[in-house]
């Protein structure tokens, strides 16, 4: 199988709430963030990712329903494991929830999930997500004892946070690139499915290859960000084109 590439495409939302945070039902608002989605599937996305925040400061709760009735790939839900939160997950039976930590005044997120310091209330929810159709993923440091937990909870993947390796260079990013190497090969010899993402470009991506096993990347700030000049098919195009130098998939 190839690598997969979910599209995160919160950020097409905050451009429409910098402008029409107020005014959401009107007949002018844009960017739309169903076209953005169809978009991205016909330059050949696997998934649409969106997060849906407590604070709704990008995807509101009418985009989650209408990608999930509108899209023709998978979608994957990011959420904090809040029962309102996972109200709407169940309701909308996405074909994929990630579990992240959410802090309001985070500008993005900012690490990973602590798997192994609330194991209980995550199981909790895990069954309840996987019992209903949906297949969860903890978003997580690569570190070997969150790894592990993850499994220990039932949870279908996991899903590495690489905004570490993302923000270093160097010594410090190899370093953190054998982490995630090692927090793969841990994850897949527990019968995970392994994801990763955070901070990626096609820049940097080159340097992830040597983690094995990945199946899928969540890529959304650079895409949106590279969508200014060339436009988002193209710049999905452009990541697509970077992935196919991944070959453990
Ligand atoms: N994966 C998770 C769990 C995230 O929270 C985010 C950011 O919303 C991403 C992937 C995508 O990160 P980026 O926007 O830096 O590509």
């Known amino acids: 199988m190839s ?9 097409v939302a905050t451009l429409r709430q910098a402008r029409y945070r107020t005014m959401l039902g009107a007949h002018n608002v844009e960017p739309s963030i169903l076209q953005a989605a169809l978009e991205a599937e016909s330059a050949g996305a696997h998934s ?15 985009d989650v329903y209408l990608l999930r009735r509108e899209i023709g790939t998978m979608m994957n839900l990011e959420m904090g494991n809040t029962p309102e939160i996972l109200g ?6 996405p074909h994929f929830v990630c579990m992240v930590p959410e802090n309001r005044e985070e500008v993005t997120t900012e690490g990973g999930l602590d798997v192994l310091g609330q194991k209980d209330v995550l199981r909790a929810s895990v069954s ?11 978003f997580i440091d690569p570190d070997l004892d969150q790894v592990r937990a993850s499994a220990e909870i039932g949870a279908s993947m996991i899903e590495l946070h690489t905004g570490t390796f993302a923000n270093e260079l160097g010594e410090k990013r190899n370093h953190e690139a054998a982490r995630l190497k090692a927090a793969a090969e841990l994850g897949q010899s527990l019968g995970l499915q392994i994801n990763a993402g955070h901070g990626l470009t096609t820049k940097n991506l080159a340097e992830l290859f040597i983690v094995p096993h990945l199946s899928e990347l969540n890529i959304g700030h650079s895409i949106v960000a590279r969508s200014v000049f060339v436009g988002l098919r193209a710049a999905i195009q452009e990541m697509l084109e970077a992935m196919k130098g991944y070959t453990y998939a």
Not at 48 to 62: K, N, Q, Y
């Open 88 to 93: 709407i997950a169940l309701k909308v039976k």
């Open 128 to 138: 309840q997500l996987e019992a209903n159709g949906t297949r969860v993923s903890m």
């Open 3 to 11: 690598l997969h590439l979910g599209v995160n495409i919160d950020h």
């Open 48 to 62: 649409i990712t969106i997060h849906l925040r407590a604070d709704r400061r990008h995807i509101v709760d009418e």
